[in-house]
């Protein structure tokens, strides 16, 4: 069954330090996207992209990070000086479509912030 | 502001004890709510999507249903497997459709 792949699974970072989190999103799916969920609380939406441009993005999602589909297969989010608040477990998702809320998570990258 | 609230937060049953999940919402024009299954350590798993009110969908021992103010996941006879998190979504007319607003969930627990 086609799922999406996330690297690295954990990473841990120095305050200030870029970190580049990975994803191969399900291989027709045109819609992309960034969520997070901070330790005990909610899932939140950073940004979705869709050829190869933003469609949306929160408040959440500030100058600091950038997202970039590099070639065919990856989709990358680039968080670039980190902070303590940063730390939280981020979901890769794609969609071929959009509407119907059926989004395909990856098993996500936690990110630690030291 | 668009605002989606679970309840309880926590439930234990005991296998084969049926329950019901909340999601309330106050959003300012629902597009669709969707369901998903979140296992510790996993990304959300998605459930069921609910677009009007009166609306059913079924999949195994789960149910959910949809009004104009809240729905239900209804689960008849629970087993221990369908212990995880549930979480309520909703999207909605404010944003251009990509950007789904989640619940913080409730935790079941089914013991045998």
């Known amino acids: 069954e086609p799922e999406v792949t996330q690297t690295p699974s954990h990473q841990v970072t120095q305050m200030g330090q870029e970190v580049i989190l990975r994803c191969v999103p399900i291989?027709?799916?045109?819609?992309f996207y960034w969520y997070r969920q901070i330790l005990g609380q909610k899932v939140e939406f950073l940004v979705s992209?869709?050829?190869?441009?933003?469609?949306?993005k929160s408040e959440i999602f500030d100058d600091q990070f950038s997202v970039e589909r590099p070639d065919g297969s990856n989709f990358t989010l680039k968080i670039r000086s980190t902070k303590l608040e940063d730390s939280a477990m981020y979901f890769c998702?794609?969609?071929?479509?959009?509407?119907?809320?059926?989004?395909?998570f990856g098993e996500g990258s936690r990110l630690t912030v030291l | 502001e668009d605002q989606v609230t679970q309840s309880p937060e926590a439930l234990r049953l005991q296998e084969g004890e049926s329950s019901s999940l909340n999601c309330s919402y106050t959003v300012s024009g629902l597009r669709g709510l969707f369901w998903y299954r979140q296992d510790p350590g996993k990304g959300p798993e998605f459930l069921f999507t609910l677009y009007s009110a009166g609306e059913e969908k079924e999949k195994e021992r789960l149910k959910a249903t949809l009004t104009k103010k809240e729905s239900f996941l209804h689960i008849t006879a629970p087993k221990p497997e369908d212990s995880a998190t549930y979480l309520c979504?909703?999207?909605?007319?404010?944003?251009?459709?990509?950007?789904?607003?989640f619940g913080k969930g409730t935790t079941l627990s089914v013991s045998s």
């Open positions: 998702a794609s969609s071929d479509r959009v509407g119907t809320g059926e989004l395909f």
């Open positions: 291989s027709n799916h045109l819609y």
């Open positions: 992209f869709y050829n190869n441009e933003i469609s949306e």
């Open positions: 979504a909703v999207d909605t007319f404010n944003q251009a459709g990509t950007a789904l607003i």
